[in-house]
């Protein structure tokens, strides 16, 4: 199972929106809305941002949302802060009865 | 609160095996599916495994598949992962993660390292 292309690096200044895309194959990302978004800190566990392709867990700010079209899906992040700086990895379910990963996109707040 | 202690990592040789544990609290441990993630240093994230709350259903990536076996014992809150024949490649960092939604990594563990090393 190849993992799920997302981009190396993506930047933003404060207050400005970006979005990181996620793209896969209708075998996964495409076939099934089981997309989820972590972010990840240097040094610390993964935290869950968004699940099923758009839902928010609790405590999660709405300034990060989710969408998907075809085989591609996309987090949001607005209002953009410096504490929003982190790795964001996409997953998603696959035809396999497995999940992928997307490669990891380094957020960088300028 | 919810709580994932992942414990049983360290320096093991190549062929060697081990077993990861990771103790649960906060929540209904029984009712849940919990994953296994790893990390290797300076990668990204790799799913490892899956199994369903009652522990009947498993689900392994690839690259694990006849290597790791993914267990747990609900009477003592506790999930495991028995790792055998590692190789140099199996050196992460390994996360246990709640599936509230099955296939979402709801809360995860602040994770166990094992080193594959001659």
């Known amino acids: 199972q190849s993992a799920l292309t997302q981009p190396a690096s993506v930047s933003g200044s404060p207050g400005q929106s970006i979005t990181i895309s996620c793209t896969g194959t209708?075998?996964?990302?495409?076939?099934?809305?089981?997309v989820s978004w972590y972010q990840q800190h240097p040094g610390k566990a993964p935290k869950l941002m968004i699940y099923?392709?758009?839902n928010r867990p609790s405590g999660v700010s709405n300034r990060f949302s989710g969408s998907k079209s075809g085989n591609t899906a996309s987090l949001t992040i607005s209002g953009l802060q410096a504490e929003d700086e982190a790795d964001y990895y996409c997953s998603s379910y696959t035809s396999s009865s497995t999940l992928v990963f997307g490669g990891g996109t380094k957020l960088t707040v300028l | 609160q919810v709580q994932l202690v992942e414990s049983g990592g360290g320096v093991v040789q190549p062929g060697g095996s081990l077993r990861l544990s990771c103790a649960a609290s906060?929540?209904?441990?029984?009712?849940?599916?919990m994953h296994w993630v790893r990390q290797a240093p300076g990668k990204g994230l790799e799913w490892v495994a899956f199994i369903r709350y009652d522990g009947y259903n498993k689900y392994y990536a690839d690259s694990v598949k006849g290597r790791f076996t993914i267990s747990r014992d609900n009477s003592k809150n506790t999930l495991y992962m028995q790792i055998n024949s590692l190789r140099a490649e199996d050196t992460a960092v390994y996360y246990c993660?709640?599936?509230?939604?099955?296939?979402?990594?709801?809360?995860w563990g602040k994770g166990t390292t094992v080193t594959v090393s001659s």
């Open positions: 906060g929540f209904s441990f029984s009712s849940y599916g």
């Open positions: 993660a709640i599936g509230y939604f099955d296939w979402s990594m709801d809360v």
């Open positions: 099923d392709v758009s």
């Open positions: 209708s075998s996964d990302l495409g076939g099934y809305n089981y």
